[in-house]
């Protein structure tokens, strides 16, 4: 059983996920953590400690992010996943915590949205963690069905993946697969830069940094 110690420790690694990842916006992200946090210690001063830790961090991020004038990597996943939604491939960020959560909110998004896709491409709330902490990101993949289900046919499927993996290569994100079906793609270790506050950068202006 972990100690008080411990456990807090371990709460304040998810604080920093979950500030550092960019997603949900700062009041979403401190009520999530007031809420975990809560759960665990009440009104502790443990709990004290970890909230304010949390608001810390969210001020010191805005700072960092409004540094980035730059194109960032996160920003290349973001311009290569909207180009892939456009040709018909779902793609989604931070979505589900277990892979079959993954696939059925995937699923209804697409069915909500009444534009027929022909696969789709994310990575879970779990890859983000491992990204935020520089370990890169792991992508899924699956060809879908005229009905908006998943579609087992595996030569489908790895068309699905080439078309990701190009994709993402073409806009400067270096990637490995190792071409089968069974294996997720591979983003490699980046710097995690994921904006919260500041507007995603227009691809057309920012083809001079072209790798």
Known sequence: ??????????????????????????????????????????????????LAYARNLL?????????????????????AFEELNGEGIAAAQNVGGTLSEAWARVIDAVRGDYVPARGATFFLEQDVAQGVLGAGLMLSFGALSDE??????DEASLVIAREVFETLERHGVAVEWDGSVGSRIRILPFPWRNRRWSTLPSRASSMDDEP
């Open 148 to 153: 908006g289900t998943r579609d087992d046919d």
């Open 59 to 79: 001020d010191a991020q805005l700072k960092e992010e409004a540094r980035w004038t730059e194109p960032t990597t996160n920003d290349a996943i973001s311009w």
């Open 1 to 50: 059983m972990a100690t008080g110690n411990e456990l807090e420790s371990g709460l304040r690694q998810q604080v920093e996920i979950a500030v550092r990842s960019g997603y949900g916006t700062e009041s979403e992200v401190l009520a999530q953590l007031e809420e975990r946090v809560r759960r665990e210690f009440g009104k502790a001063p443990a709990a004290e400690r970890l």
